[in-house]
Each structure stands twice: as structure tokens, then as C-alpha cells.
């Protein structure tokens, strides 16, 4: 029997700022501070022009309509296992980062980790197949957002 899992992880993902070397000095004198709480994610746009600008972490996030049962429920329905996958009993995840954009359209669909070219293309052609979705907000207007999504194949 086969089975087709997908899953919702976190929807945003959040982009890390490295440091510089003064604060990783600084931070290493303090010693009750933790690697982790020294942690500043990027809440600022990448570019400064609100056209092209793509944001890590918004205020409200982009959401798919009907919310993420929906989302789970189209996924499901349009993807297909690769047939050399389920072959050579290939499983796991393959996490896809995409923008919706602040017209509420997915753009610039990339793998951002792997499994295999057959399940890496088929996740991405189902992504790319998503209706236009709720933008993502940030001070009341409509922002591009970056959208992170496992999509899970497994075998039983």
C-alpha cells in the first residue's frame, strides 16, 4: 500500500544574522548568556524597494485559503510519487522554500533540501501548481514573504 505524507512544519522561516566578531567576542564573555539567546533574526526586508522586497519574519504571515488543512488537502490530491522512487523505496522529506508574493502568488519555488530529482521536481511542480494565497502583512501592507514547507513521501 502507498501512502503520500505531507506535512506542515514552520511556515515562516527565519534567517539568521551572523555576527560580527566583536559581538561573538562579547558574547563569549558573558557567561550567562547561551549560544542561542544571542540568536537576531532578520525582520527586515532584504532589498529596500517594498516592490522586490522579501521578508523572513512578518507580522502576519501568509496564509493559504482555507488555512493549512486546505493546504494539506491540495497537496495531497495533486501529488504523485515517482515511480522510481517507490521503486527503490526512496522516503523522506524534501523541504521547498517559496515567496507569496504581496499580490498573494507564489514565486521563486527552490529546494532547500533535498531527497531525490524525481521527488525533488514533483514537490516543486505541486508548489508551483498552488492558488493565489493571502499575502503576508507587515505595518498593515502587503509584503513578499518567504514560505517554507516540508512535503513528506513514504511507503507502506
Known amino acids: 500500500m502507498l501512502f503520500l505524507v505531507v506535512s506542515l512544519l514552520a511556515c515562516t522561516s527565519k534567517k539568521e544574522e551572523k ?6 567576542e562579547a558574547t ?9 539567546d544571542c540568536v537576531l533574526y532578520n525582520v527586515t526586508p532584504s ?6 522586497s ?4 512578518v507580522e ?7 488555512g ?16 522510481i522512487a517507490q521503486e527503490n523505496g526512496i522516503q523522506g522529506r524534501v523541504i521547498v522554500r517559496f515567496v507569496v508574493t504581496r499580490t498573494g502568488k507564489v514565486d521563486k519555488c527552490e529546494v532547500l533540501r533535498s531527497l531525490n530529482p524525481g521527488c525533488d521536481r514533483e514537490a516543486l511542480r505541486v508548489i508551483r501548481l498552488l492558488p493565489q494565497w493571502i499575502p503576508g502583512k507587515q505595518n498593515g501592507v502587503n509584503v513578499n514573504v518567504y514560505f517554507t514547507l516540508p512535503v513528506s513521501f513514504k511507503l507502506e
Do not use: C, M, R, W
Open 19 to 24: 555576527t560580527t566578531k566583536q559581538d561573538a
Open 28 to 36: 563569549s564573555t558573558q557567561s550567562n548568556l547561551n549560544e542561542s
Open 47 to 52: 532589498s529596500t524597494d517594498p516592490a522586490t
Open 54 to 57: 522579501i521578508y523572513d519574519v
Open 60 to 66: 502576519q504571515t501568509p496564509q493559504f485559503p482555507g
Open 68 to 83: 493549512d488543512k486546505k493546504l494539506i488537502e491540495f497537496i495531497s490530491k495533486n501529488i504523485h510519487y515517482p515511480l
